[in-house]
Antibody, heavy 120, light 111 residues
Framework: QLQLQESGPGLVKPSETLSLTCIVSGGSISTDYYFWAWVRQPPGKGLEWIGSIYYTGSTYYNPSLKGRVTISVDTSTNHFSLKLSSVTAADTALYYC????????????WGQGTLVTVSS | QSALTQPPSASGSPGQSVTISCTGTSSDVGGHNYVSWYQQHPGKVPKLMIYEVSKRPSGVPDRFSGSKSGNTASLTVSGLQAEDEADYYCNSYGGSNNLNVFGTGTKVTVL
């Protein structure tokens, strides 16, 4: 059974960089056709796609966040990571990592999510 | 990249049907047959209910069905049950530059 687990600091100061890691277990991140994504949800609000990565390193980002987002993948340790720079309070959210089984938005496996608060 | 538009709320009595709309543009919903739907109970992880407009993953009851017409996709829940009370989000592929966009979300209440 595929499992995803987010990890990273729960508190980030304004203007600093948010860094999260998603460890994938029970399956290979290098499987063809699967994309690996970050999705966030501000408290009490809706879902927002942040970006996705293919195991080859090809990345796709939400245009509204482009310039601040970097997603990377490490196939040797079966994990992928998110960096979001110059954070503000508006970036406070529950951050999920997820598997997209097609590259077209079919997120079939999700991590439990990790709450990141941006505050001084 | 604007979120897809969903009604904030929808409701129905047990056994009835409820339909949720998801309106986008010709660049996303209308331009591709890659609309998915997610169910999220309070404090829980989103669950994939429908993908590629109308396909159901294994384990999802056939009470859940999806369709699309033009720039609007729809999720119908038939034979409403108490456990269907949740937030529902649509998602659409938006082309190679706007890979994915979620809807604004709809809270379904079972009366």
């Amino acid at each position: 059974q595929l499992q995803l687990q987010e990890s990273g600091p729960g508190l980030v100061k304004p203007s600093e960089t948010l860094s999260l890691t998603c460890i994938v277990s029970g399956g290979s991140i290098s499987t063809d056709y699967y994309f690996w994504a970050w999705v966030r949800q501000p408290p009490g609000k809706g879902l927002e796609w942040i970006g996705s990565i293919y195991y080859t390193g090809s990345t796709y980002y939400n245009p509204s966040l482009k310039g601040r987002v970097t997603i990377s993948v490490d196939t040797s340790t079966n994990h992928f990571s998110l960096k979001l720079s110059s954070v503000t309070a508006a970036d406070t959210a529950l951050y999920y990592c997820a598997r997209d089984n097609s590259g077209y938005g079919s997120f079939d496996y999700w991590g439990q999510g990790t709450l990141v608060t941006v505050s001084s | 990249q604007s979120a897809l538009t969903q009604p904030p709320s929808a409701s129905g009595s047990p056994g009835q049907s409820v339909t949720i709309s998801c309106t986008g543009t010709s660049s996303d919903v209308g331009g591709h047959n890659y609309v998915s739907w997610y169910q999220q109970h309070p404090g829980k992880v989103p669950k994939l209910m429908i993908y590629e407009v109308s396909k159901r993953p294994s384990g999802v009851p056939d009470r859940f069905s999806g369709s699309k017409s033009g720039n609007t996709a729809s999720l119908t829940v038939s034979g409403l049950q108490a456990e269907d009370e949740a937030d529902y989000y649509c998602n659409s592929y938006g082309g190679s530059n706007n890979l994915n966009v979620f809807g604004t979300g709809t809270k379904v209440t079972v009366l």
